[in-house]
């Protein structure tokens, strides 16, 4: 059992930052491949970011890249999406999600996800 908890989320404007944080108890996250997935209204969720057990790979969407960097703190048990030129399209609910026993995953089958953190960017 993983328990995953979000936060960094809020309201901003177009072009701000944010950081979000994902921290993980129940288990170590250290040998589990780690993402962020984002829902927008009415959309299904999307992918955003992935990251290896060791955060020695990386992989982002098309949309993000070159905006967004993901990294881990594997010590503090703790994944982290820092979001920069942020643009209205970016609003969506953020969730951080566990693949356990892969070091690194790029599909959408997660085994435990977060209760999501709200992001919302004005024009």
């Known amino acids: 059992q993983v328990q995953l908890v979000e936060s960094g989320g809020g309201l901003v404007q177009a072009g701000a930052s944010l950081r979000l944080s994902c921290a993980a108890s129940?288990?170590?996250?250290?040998?589990?491949?780690m993402g962020w997935f984002r829902r927008a209204p009415g959309k299904a969720r999307d992918f955003v970011a992935a990251?290896?057990?060791?955060?020695?790979?990386?992989h982002y969407a098309d949309s993000v890249k070159g905006r967004f960097t993901i990294s881990r703190d594997n010590a503090k048990n703790t994944v982290y999406l820092q979001m920069n030129s942020l643009k209205p399209e970016d609003t969506a609910v953020y969730y951080c999600?566990?693949?356990?026993?892969?070091?690194?995953?790029?599909?959408?089958?997660?085994?435990?996800w977060g209760q999501g953190t709200q992001v919302t960017v004005s024009s």
């Open positions: 129940g288990r170590t996250l250290s040998t589990n491949a």
């Open positions: 990251i290896s057990s060791s955060g020695g790979s990386t």
């Open positions: 999600a566990v693949k356990l026993g892969s070091a690194f995953y790029l599909g959408f089958e997660y085994d435990y």
